[in-house]
Each structure stands twice: as C-alpha cells, then as structure tokens.
C-alpha cells in the first residue's frame, strides 16, 4: 500500500488582476463584494460563502466564478475598505473643519477594524503569502490619519503634542477587545473620548505660526 506524504500547508493565491467585465457580471461582482463585508463585519468567520451568494442575491457559483477561494474574495474586499478609509480622509477634509474631519474618521475607523476582525483568519493566510500587498495596503492608512492630524494641529483645534502614529497605536488597540454585542457601540464611545482628549488643552494660539 502507498504511503500518503504529509499533508501539504495550504497557501493563499494572490487574487488575479481585475478584467474588464460585461454590465451584468460587474453587477453581480460589485453585489458579492458589497454582501461579504457587510457579512464579515457582523457575523466574523462564521459566515458561509453560500450565506454572502444569498445576500447578495446570486447563485453560490456565480461567488465562485469572480472569487475561487475565501482568500481571493478577502483581498479584494480588505484592499477595498484600505482605499475607502483613506479616501474618506480626503473627502471628510473638504467638507468638514479639521478637528470635525479628523473625528468623523475616527469613527469609520471603528468599523474598518469590524471588517477586519471578520476576516482576520484568511488575513494571517494572505499575510504569509503575499506580504507585499499588505505592506502596500497598510502604509497608506497611516499617511491617511497623518494629514488629518497635521490639518488639526495647524488649526489648534487639536493639541500640538500628539504624535499621529501614538493615535494609530490607541485606535488599533480596539482590535484586541473582546467580541460582545455591544462591541461596535463600546468601540465608538471609547473613540469619541480619545477625541475629547486631542482636544484638551488646545488653544488656536497653539497653531504654528506661519510665515
């Protein structure tokens, strides 16, 4: 009788280039990934592939034609709510105060961190695999956080002392709470008095001088 070899560890494939696809398949791509973050975000690991088909009002190999595994259909969304946390930073900067930006960021922070808990086991694969992308993908949120910071200070309406990296650091520290119900709500209490506390002490006189 034949041996069987040591089962083999099983390693992500990094998710293949986007293509330009037909009006309805682009649709049903844009449903799929709109339906795994929202699932992720609430119900964590335990959601099914066939659970995110049926939210998203499709046929499980439909999911399975766009995304052949879980890990493709995680890089994608992951890589997505990267760009959209950042790019809320920008947009939040034209139509709000500098201080009112910076905590209105703070709270969809909150729920990039629920996304990221949701997938967080296909994370620690995809970051065995293909660490590049991660290094690409995270590199951009604290670029993000230090404009905001930077815009807030030169105001004075946020203390001059913060470093925006020791803010990242405070913010990040929501991921290791416990999972309860009330988790998201604790969450945006807990963000809404680190913003209370940016702004002790901070005076418009404590604004840079510019010249």
Sequence with gaps: MTKKGPA?????????AEKTLRADAQRNRDKLIKAASLAFSQHGIDTSLEEIAER??????TLYRHFPTREHLVEVIYRREVEALCQAADDLAKK???????AEWMQRFVDYIAAKRGMANSLKLLLASNSEFFAEASGK?????????????AQGSIRADIESSDLLQALSGIYGAPQTP?????????VALLMDGL?????????PSRR
């Design 8 to 16: 083999k560890s099983r390693k992500a494939v990094p998710a293949p």
């Design 56 to 61: 998203a009002g499709v046929g499980i190999g």
């Design 96 to 102: 709000h105060p500098p201080d009112m930006a910076l």
């Design 141 to 153: 949120i604290p670029a993000a956080l230090q404009r905001l910071v930077d815009a807030a200070i």
């Design 182 to 190: 009330d988790w998201r709500e604790r969450s945006r209490r807990l």
């Design 199 to 207: 702004r002790w002490g901070a005076t418009k006189a404590d604004a």
